[in-house]
């Protein structure tokens, strides 16, 4: 368990070919929302990256690596998912020389690592600095050296910059610092990290400021923020649900439905895995090192009051595998019957995930772009008609990334983002942009389609159908819509429009579901 590399025969690394088998089946699926933002910042100018990037919340080394990838080996689909595979690769190399066997195993065969995999977002990164910090402290706290510390401070600074959720590396190394009353230590590494910081911070600053979102519109009718006590009741079900994610993968649980009958074998069998995997972590919990609780626990229950979401956990994924390798039983046969069981486990539930043509997403909508990209094409060319895509930006975008990689003409397809876009900006400015986007006449929108026809005979839709489980109404009178986000975000008045306006033939979308739909739209 310590920080030095262990003696590793061959067939160990056998360990690594599991994620690229399941990578070689998977690598094919469907764009996410985000993914679709991700692969249209890296494949554009870095000075739009930079803004976009700010105006998403997030920080820009991972999009920076990306970006760089993108513009040395091209943006395709399948490139930039296997860097997403390279960066998993080199996690599991790292756990496979330096952890135990049952630690490296686990990581390897954990469906989870899959999903770090193949999507192209940053968490993939996140994971494998999460490794490498628990490495890097270790060294640090055996050698007590000078390039030990800078290299521990590098790598927390190098988490900070690729998700706000990184700083739970600092608070987790900080704080044992401080345990330890290495005073002058913690306070270096504390500094450190914040000064390297610094050239983001402005940006992070000003979108922390109240005034930034605050609005004059109080009969819209926003949902309230989530009160502090309801946070507070809801993080054990945070950490529950990311510990089964952890062990049995995305695929397993749809954390939305709940009731009997949406209770398979494949959900049954991850709640035993999790549960099982959940039992390892705690008996192992008194058996480890310092770092690996500490970022567990920062993690797990000072992270559950902002986001319960696997994938932003992801900087203590391997502690926590780390910890469930220590809670296996001490006698051989009992031992290596239950890691056999666990990795077979494992296994079995990476076929789920394997055989969706999607990643599962993160809104409650599972919706499959590339099938709505492909569609929109063929009914185009089949009506000569274009293309209008009204949806939010995210949705736009894993779609239009696919559209691109068919290679339609841009000529072809109408979105309401355009002005924006040309101006650089992915999103809107502030709340009352975004309200004044959904709250324009619909009416006068579909005569601007048809318009897009020189001769009027229509065109093809693809937008968000309401109805009346979708989500809550907004807004009043004919300028009302539903929701604010990629789950939701529709117009309440466009089908009545639509209807008065033209002769609507609604299209299949097998592979997505809630109100994601396609209508050919003709005079």
């Known amino acids: 368990m310590s920080a030095a590399t262990r003696t590793v025969s061959w ?18 699926k469907s764009y996410t929302g985000d993914e679709g933002l991700t692969v249209y910042l890296a494949s554009g100018s870095y000075s739009h990256l930079l803004s976009n990037v700010g105006a998403d919340f997030h920080v820009p080394g991972y999009y920076t690596v990306l970006w760089l990838v993108s513009h ?36 390897a065969v954990s469906p989870f690592t899959l999903h770090l995999a193949v999507e192209i977002r940053m968490y993939s990164m996140l994971a494998l600095l999460g490794l490498m910090l628990i490495l890097a402290y270790r060294r640090n706290e055996k050698l007590h050296s000078k390039s030990s510390l800078i290299i521990l401070i590098i790598l927390l600074s190098a988490c900070t910059w690729v998700h706000y959720f990184g700083w739970i590396g600092t608070a987790a190394v900080v704080s044992l610092l401080l345990l330890q009353r290495k005073w002058k230590q913690s306070a270096i590494v504390l500094l450190s990290v914040i000064l390297l910081f610094v050239p983001w911070a402005g940006n992070t600053i000003s979108k922390l400021d109240p005034q930034h979102t605050e609005i004059a519109v109080d009969d819209i009718g926003f949902p309230d923020q989530i009160p ?37 074998t494949r959900t049954l069998a991850g709640l035993f895995l999790g549960i099982l995997m959940l039992t390892l972590t705690i008996i192992g919990f008194r058996h480890n090192d310092n770092i690996t609780r500490s970022l567990i626990l920062w993690s797990f229950i000072t992270l559950s009051f902002f986001r319960p979401s696997a994938r932003h956990y992801a900087i203590a994924y391997s502690a926590y595998m780390i910890t469930a390798s220590l809670g296996l039983p001490s006698k051989n046969s009992a031992r290596k019957i239950l890691i056999l069981a666990s990795a077979v486990l494992m296994l079995v539930m990476c076929f789920p995930f394997a055989g969706r043509t999607t990643i599962p997403q993160r809104c409650k909508w599972d919706r499959d772009f590339l099938q709505v990209a492909t569609l929109a094409v063929e009914e185009s060319a089949k009506y000569s008609l274009p293309v ?60 601007v389609w048809m318009n897009l026809d020189e001769n009027n005979r229509g065109f093809i839709l693809v937008a968000n159908n309401p109805d009346s489980t979708s989500g809550p109404v907004l807004g009043t009178g004919r300028n009302r819509f539903i929701g604010l ?33 396609m209508f050919v739209c003709s005079n």
Do not use: K
Request: with cysteine.
């Open 11 to 28: 067939w160990q690394y056998l360990l690594l070919i599991p994620v690229i088998v399941f990578f070689a089946l998977s690598c094919q």
């Open 72 to 107: 040395t080996f091209g943006s395709s689909m399948v490139i930039l998912r296997l860097f997403s595979l390279a960066l998993v690769i080199a996690m599991l190399f790292i756990a496979i020389r330096h952890l135990s066997f049952p630690a490296a195993l686990f990581l």
């Open 228 to 264: 502090l006590i309801h946070r507070m009741a809801g993080m054990p079900l945070s950490v529950a649900g990311t510990t089964l994610r952890f062990a049995g993968g995305t695929a397993a649980f749809n954390f939305d439905t709940w009731g009997i009958r949406f209770i398979s």
């Open 388 to 447: 209008v895509l009204f949806l939010d930006t995210y949705s736009y975008l894993g779609i239009r990334m696919h559209i691109d990689e068919i290679g339609f003409p841009d000529s072809m397809v109408w979105y309401p983002h355009r002005a924006s876009f040309e101006n650089g900006r992915c999103f809107f400015e502030d709340r009352a942009e975004c309200v004044s986007y959904m709250q324009r006449n619909t009416d006068s929108l579909v005569s």
């Open 485 to 517: 986000g990629s789950d939701i975000m529709a117009d309440r008045d466009l089908m009545d429009a639509l209807t008065e306006l033209t002769t609507i033939e609604q299209i299949n979308l097998s592979g997505s579901s809630g109100p994601l739909s």
